[in-house]
T-cell receptor, first 114, second 114 residues
Framework: KAGVTQTPRYLIKTRGQQVTLSCSPI?????VSWYQQTPGQGLQFLFE???????NKGNFPGRFSGRQFSNSRSEMNVSTLELGDSALYLC?????????????FGNGTRLTVT | DAKTTQPPSMDCAEGRAANLPCNHS???????VYWYRQIHSQGPQYIIH???NNETNEMASLIITEDRKSSTLILPHATLRDTAVYYC???????????????FGKGTHLIIQP
């Protein structure tokens, strides 16, 4: 089975721009979560989607948004980029067959804001 | 804040068992223990998880104390490729469905020595 796929792998944007990141979950997985990883704050939860509905949200400003499509693929959008948004953005999927189903992560999109 | 405490770093000789401790003294009844590891520039890799019984899979064993306040991840025969940051995470799983996002702490940097 193919793993979680994230595109693009690297991205460079300028302050004030917006960006959209894409995630394809493992086939059959219906839950997709997004995380931000920075050297200072570590890995932080952004939000989780299940069946196209946001089910859970971390403590991030409204500039960070996401959506999930009927095929479970997900996109994350960051508007009005700030230098502090430079980070590795990770997507994870789970099959939710059992509520304790583990999350499986992709290798992330490295965003650099200049 | 992370609900777990781990040593910042550990060394282990190649071929020996690596035992990584984790303290989660405030764990509640509906929280599972998950272990992930992360190699530089890759996404976290799921290793194993459990609620109260010991668990074993092809990668590792998870030993959870009877009071569930601590656990140990055991890599039975460590190799150089096991050098990584290991995260111990407790996660609330709701009986009605869904679960909280993962809260990552700083983890343990495990270094396997040749």
């Amino acid at each position: 089975k193919a793993g979680v796929t994230q595109t693009p792998r690297y991205l460079i944007k300028t302050r004030g721009q917006q960006v959209t990141l894409s995630c394809s979950p493992i086939s059959g997985h219906r839950s997709v979560s997004w995380y931000q990883q920075t050297p200072g704050q570590g890995l932080q939860f952004l939000f989780e989607y299940f069946s196209e509905t946001q089910r859970n949200k971390g403590n991030f400003p409204g500039r960070f948004s996401g959506r999930q499509f009927s095929n479970s693929r997900s996109e994350m959008n960051v508007s009005t980029l700030e230098l502090g948004d430079s980070a590795l953005y990770l997507c994870a999927s789970s099959n939710q067959a059992g509520n304790a189903s583990p999350l499986h992560f992709g290798n992330g999109t490295r965003l650099t804001v200049t | 804040d992370a609900k777990t405490t781990q040593p910042p770093s550990m060394d282990c000789a190649e071929g020996r068992a690596a035992n990584l401790p984790c303290n989660h003294s405030t764990i509640s009844g509906n929280e599972y223990v998950y272990w992930y590891r992360q190699i530089h520039s890759q996404g976290p890799q799921y290793i194993i998880h459990g609620l109260k019984n010991n668990e074993t899979n092809e990668m590792a064993s998870l030993i959870i104390t009877e009071d569930r306040k601590s656990s140990t991840l055991i890599l039975p025969h460590a190799t150089l490729r096991d050098t990584a940051v290991y995260y111990c995470i407790v996660r609330v799983v709701y009986s009605g469905g869904g679960a909280d996002g993962l809260t990552f702490g700083k983890g343990t940097h495990l270094i396997i020595q040749p």
